[in-house]
Every structure is written in C-alpha cells, then in structure tokens.
C-alpha cells in the first residue's frame, strides 16, 4: 500500500521544458468535490480508504478486545473462582491475556496507520493548495488573502489528519458498543435495553452544543488566518518599516489581532469544554445507573455475582466509547469548518482557457496590443515609457497573456457584532463578492486577449507553450532560498559559461564573490542579506539565462546605480540583439540603447521613435523622462547620470566621464 507521498494530480499544470512530456489531465475522481464543504470532507476520506479501512479494522480489534475482557473475567468468577476449578480459572486467565495481546497489537499497529493516515492528509492538503496555487498563478492573491491560503496549508491541513483519525476510532467505539449490547442482551434484556437507548441519548444530549461550538470553531479559525495574514505583510515590508519608523505601530496591531485570536480560542475552548463535561458527566451517570440496576438484578437472584461484575465492567468502559463519540462529534466540526475555508481556495477556477483549437506560436512575430495600440517589431529592443507606471505594467501583462487589474483580494472577515439574519446576509455579500471577481477573471480568459502575434490572438497559443517562450520578469518576482545556482538556473539547464555570462550581462559578478562558495554558496529566503540593486540584478540574470524568444522586463533597473545602470544598459543589448526585448522604463541610460522608443499618454501610445527624436520634438516625452531623472535618487547620488553618457550623432554611446 502506498502511503507516503501520495501523487496529487489534480489542477493539471503545463509541463515545464526541461520536462517535455505533457502531464495527463486529471480525471474526475482526481478533482477535489468542492460544492460544499461536507462533499469535499467525504471526497478527501475517501481518497484514504485503504489506510481508512486499515485504521478501522484495527480500531474494531482495538475496542473490541477491551470489551470481551469483562465478559471474559465474569465467566472466570462464576465457573473457576465461584466453583473453585483452577483449570478453569486459568483457562479464562488465559484467554484473556489473549485479548489483552490482540489489543496491544492493534493498539500499536492502529497507531501506526493512524501517524501514516495523519502525515498523509497534511501532505495531501499543501501538495492541492500548492498545485491551486500554482494553477491560479498571480490571480490568486487578488481572490483570497495570503493568510488565508496560508492557514489553510498549514492548520486545516492538520485539521484534516485529526478528523480523520477519530473517524477510525469512532468506528471502533460504535463496533465495541454494539458489541456491548449483544453481551448485555444475552445476560440481561432489561439491562441491554438500556444501554441500547441510553447511548444515543447521550450522545445526541451534545447536539444543542454544536452550533455555538462550529461558530465559536469559524470565529477562531478566521481571526487566526487574519493574524497569519499580517505577520506575511509585516516579514514581507519590514525592511521598509524600518525605514519609515513604522515597526511598533504594525507591531502594536499584531499584538491586539493575537489577544482577538486569544479570546476567539478561549470562547471556542469554553464550549469544547461544556461538551467534554458533558461527556463525563453523562457517561458516569450511565455507570451508576447500570451499576444500580446489576446490584437489583443480583439481589433478585436473576443475575450471578460474575455477571455482576461484568456488568460493571461495561458500565466502565461504555464511558470510553462515548467519549469517543463526543469527540468525534467535535472534531468533525472542526473538519467542518476546516473544509469550508479550503473549499474557498480550491473552488475557485483558474481563468486560463484550455483552448480547443491552439495553434502555434510563430517565431519573430510582431506584437500588437489592441487596447493601447502598442506594436513591437521582431527582433528588435522596444522601450516603453509611460507617464503612469502602472499602465506600462498593464500592457507587461497582458503582452505576457496575465491578467491585470489591483483590486484588493476578498476578505472573509465579517462583523462580529452581526447577529442572525444580519450575519447571514454579509456572509452572502462576501460569497456573491468572490464568485462575482472570479466570473469576471472567467469571462476575461474566454474572450479574445486583444494581443496578437503576427496577427493571431493569443488565447488561441497553449498556455505552456506560450509560457516557454514569452517571459515576462517585474519587479515583484521573488528570490527563493537555495544555491546561488540553483536561483539562477532554477531548472538546471545551462552550462557554467552560460551562468556566467548572464552574471556578467546582469553585471552581478559583486554578488558570485561576495556569497561564500561561489555557485553553491546559499542564499537566504527574499535575498536577506543582499541589497535591493544586487537582488534586482539576480532577477534580471535568471530572466536572461532562461533566453526565452520573447522577453518583457518592467524597470529592470531600477534599484541600481547609474554606472552599473550603464553597464547594464550596453550589455543586455548586445546580449539580447536580434530577439524581442520588450522594457518598460524611464532611464535615459537604457533609452539611449533602445532600438525604438514608445510613449504612452493615459494608457495609449502616441509616440514612437528613437530617444534622441523624441527629446527633440516631444515636450510631454522630454517631461516625463526628466521627472524620471528628478525622482530617482540614484540620479542624484550619481550625477554621471544626466552627462556621463551621451549620444553621439551616430546614435552609439560615448562614455565622457
């Protein structure tokens, strides 16, 4: 049986190029159920049936052998002890340490599963987030915060173990009662009955308990996910905090959102407790009780003094059965809620459209974008410069088949003091919020792109192909911890020259000689320990080294120096001659190597042309790329900036410092 790690194939996700042989789609039973919270439940146990049937059967064993030992030990009072037979004795002594060892056996088997079963539904949980998440690609933050898909990786993933844990043990316990009851029916009807009817009482006596229970469960669940929320955006920005002197106030907000997740787990924990009271209680009055009616039964003379015993011993051990049963109750709404939350993340659909009529991508085609009339001519370095970043931002992503847009993503938080039908109904809003964004994002990925490659739209292209071949790097993208190799040759296709020449073109040569061991020296988590120009550098060195035909770069450069600026600037043209570079930027230092310059008012192009024409006679195109400079403090530490390099009458670059 194969336990660890199970293959998690749902959420297909295009073959990378290193690996070329198309991944087969997921069949439907792969797909997680998520229509409601209680089918996505059912569908996660039953992808574990064999270790859930294997749990099951030793938890039966497990509990059963517990609840023959008093039926055994009442024989060897009435018929060895009772009649002074010794053999008998130790014949049911014996049998008894039979069931005594068949338990131990199953304890530590079960036990075993159980551990594997547990390991198993975590890795199942993060290995479905990861693959969402990597399927939904960067539209998923827009959706659902980072806390959330957090938590549910990391919590619910546990979550998920435990239910799955007691819903073996529940099995057993409703076997060993049912056993019970047969034993108690052979020897007393009157006292079978009772048990019969008492334990479902009892155990449905929890049921008034369990709403308030789940509520108190979401409550906490929720402002733990906000919590996990703020310390990403806090870790993430702290940098910048420190700057700005703003780490106590964020500090000061984590504090008060971890006293709410406090008090949220101290009211969950609270009705938690009511029932684990209830439990004790209730099943100690069932052990009175039948302790009561035995005595009755012996004193009537319907019942021998082993039977007696064996009737107290029930009553003993009933008590474990349906404490399991109250703890199963409970932990199944903790799967519950547990399953709402991940269906949220997993529910959502992946706004790329598989395409059923894909065609292929053809080579050094010119790029058109219909919304902003943008035009690249194959082969050639375009730069865009924009009076507003964002628009030439835009036009990266959609250039690269991304969808744009910043809304903040859907919170699931809702006001507290909301009661009744007033909860329920915002609850509604947020839901209808979320599928609104995602119908959206789903009628967006249906529709024509309005950007074309030699004339082809490019929804009809495959998403993996297209990926392979259109690389689109920003400033957002992230440096994993690992070798420096590894960061930048992630998927070890390029030999050491390669590797370093892109260093070179990236001018990072500084960042090879300054980790300790070269190619395998390690790299922290985000770069820690490198500054914001060399982390910059490395992103631009992974984007060459991947050398894709089409390659999109916003402000590659904008966290460096003007001399390294230049550097940067003269090599990656050279680099990049004769494949299409597309860079949206302000600097002067890379206009000047561009092979065409585009400029964009309110999101449109107006102009186009060479940097040096487009100074000359376009005042707006002058003002922005001015501002640029008088914004950028970089261009005022480093004055070489505005005179070091400019253009000769042949359009080359002079260096006059």
């Known amino acids: 049986m194969e336990t660890f790690p199970p293959r998690i194939h749902a959420y297909g996700l295009p073959s990378v190029a290193a690996n070329p042989t198309p991944r087969p789609l997921p069949t439907a039973d792969e797909r997680p159920d998520v229509r409601s919270p209680l089918r996505f439940l059912l569908w996660f146990l039953g992808r574990q049936w064999k270790i859930l049937v294997l749990s099951a059967l030793s938890s039966v064993l497990w509990f059963g052998s517990s609840a ?23 014949g049911w002594a014996g049998w008894m340490l039979l069931a005594v060892s068949i338990g131990v056996f199953f304890g530590v088997f079960g036990h075993t599963i159980v551990v594997a079963g ?19 690609g960067h539209v998923l933050p827009r959706r659902t915060p980072t806390g959330e898909v957090l938590s549910v990786a990391g919590g619910d993933a546990d979550t998920f173990g435990a239910t799955q844990e007691v819903l073996t043990r529940a099995i057993g316990a409703v076997s060993a009662f049912i056993f019970v009851t047969v034993l108690v029916l052979g020897e007393s009807p009157k006292l079978g009955l009772v048990v019969l009817v008492a334990a479902p009482l009892l155990v449905g006596a929890a049921a008034p308990f369990l709403r308030p229970l789940q509520a108190a469960r979401t409550k906490e669940r929720t402002r733990s996910s906000e919590l996990t929320g703020m310390a990403t955006d806090i870790v993430a920005g702290l940098r910048i905090l420190r700057g700005i002197g703003g780490e106590k106030t964020f500090g000061d907000n984590y504090v008060r959102q971890s006293q709410h997740v406090r008090r949220a787990g101290v009211e969950a924990g609270a009705w938690q407790s009511a029932v684990d009271a209830l439990a004790t209680l209730l099943g100690g009055l069932l052990l009175v009780l039948l302790t009561w009616l035995g005595v009755r039964e012996v004193l009537a003379g319907t019942l021998s003094v082993g039977q007696l015993i064996s009737f107290f011993g029930y009553a003993v051990y009933l008590v474990w ?17 547990a399953a709402k939350k991940t269906v949220v993340v997993l529910g959502q659909s992946a706004p790329w459209k598989a395409g059923t009529d894909t065609v292929e991508l053809p080579r050094d085609a010119v790029i058109k974008d219909e919304q902003s009339t943008f035009l690249a001519q194959p082969g050639q370095l375009t730069v865009v410069v924009s009076s507003l970043p964002d628009d030439s931002a835009a036009l990266a992503d959609r250039i690269g088949r991304y969808l744009t847009g910043s809304e903040d993503p859907v919170s699931h938080e809702i006001d507290e003091n909301l009661k009744g039908r007033a909860a329920k109904r915002a609850r509604a809003e947020k ?8 119908q959206a994002d789903e009628e967006r990925a249906n529709l024509p792109w309005g950007v074309t490659y030699d004339g082809i739209d490019v929804s009809r292209f495959d ?42 073109v990236a001018s990072a040569e500084d960042v090879y000689d300054l980790v300790p061991g070269g190619w395998q020296g390690r790299i922290d988590e985000r770069g820690r320990g490198l500054s914001g120009g060399q982390r910059q550098r490395l992103v631009l060195a992974r984007a060459l080294l991947a050398d894709p035909e089409v390659l999109v770069m916003v402000e590659p450069t904008s966290a460096v120096d003007a001399h390294t600026e230049a550097r940067i600037a003269t090599r990656l043209a050279e680099a990049r001659r004769g494949r299409t570079t597309i860079i949206t930027t302000v600097s002067p230092l890379v206009l000047h190597v561009a092979d065409e310059v585009v400029f964009m008012v309110d999101g449109v192009c107006v102009e186009r042309g060479t940097h040096h024409d487009l100074m000359q006679h376009s005042p707006a195109y002058r003002s922005v790329v001015e501002r640029g400079i008088d914004d950028d403090p970089a261009a005022i530490e480093h004055p070489l900036r505005d005179h070091a390099l400019l253009p000769t009458p042949s359009g080359a670059v002079q260096d006059h410092s």
Request: proline residues 4%.
């Open 321 to 337: 059965p349906v404490y399991t049963m109250y703890e199963f109750v409970q932990k199944w709404v903790q799967g519950l809620v």
């Open 68 to 90: 023959i030992t008093p039926w055994m030990f009442g024989r060897a009072v009435d018929t060895g002890i009772g009649q002074r037979d010794l053999p008998a004795a130790l």
């Open 118 to 136: 547990w390991v198993v539904s975590i890795y199942r949980t993060v290995g479905l987030i990861s693959r969402r998440a990597l399927s939904m």
């Open 431 to 438: 839901a209808a919020e979320l599928e609104a964004l995602a």
């Open 463 to 504: 998403l993996a192909e297209f990926r392979r071949r259109v690389l689109v790097s920003d400033t957002s993208a992230m440096i994993f911890a690992g070798t420096l190799q590894q960061l930048v040759d992630p998927l070890g296709r390029a030999t050491r020259e390669q590797a370093e020449e892109a260093l070179r």
